[in-house]
């Protein structure tokens, strides 16, 4: 399996962005993805998920703002972000295969990317 980021960049404050995920080496339908995002000397946090059964979840901070979509037919993840803010400054990872717990718990995905960095100005 092979997840691959992209479309990351610098931005000011209350531009948008829209992050690619690649996906590679599994049946790209059959897996729940999400965004996890590693702000400098955080946590890594969930972000947005999305299920094999197409229903979605969103962290508090991003509701109203992010919206994660999947396209089957090209095996690609995105995230729309809009309206960003300094606080959205971060490491950005796709994840898939949802092996139990929670859609946007980290522990819970057994394959991830290398990221792709985003950074707001305020």
């Known amino acids: 399996v092979q997840l691959v980021e992209s479309g990351g960049g610098s931005v000011q404050s209350g531009g948008s962005l829209r992050l690619s995920c690649a996906a590679s080496g599994y049946t790209f339908s059959s897996y729940s993805m999400a965004w996890f995002r590693q702000p400098p000397g955080k946590e890594r946090e969930g972000v947005a998920a999305?299920?094999?059964?197409?229903?979605?979840g969103y962290a508090d901070s991003v509701k109203g703002r992010f919206t994660i979509s999947k396209e089957n037919a090209n095996n690609t993840l995105y995230l729309q972000m809009n309206i960003l803010a300094h606080e959205d400054t971060a490491m950005y990872y796709c994840?898939?295969?949802?092996?139990?717990?929670?859609?946007?718990?980290?522990?819970?995905?057994?394959?991830w990317g290398q990221g792709t960095q985003v950074t707001v100005s305020s």
């Open positions: 999305i299920a094999s059964t197409g229903s979605t």
């Open positions: 994840a898939a295969h949802l092996r139990g717990g929670g859609l946007l718990d980290s522990g819970s995905y057994s394959y």
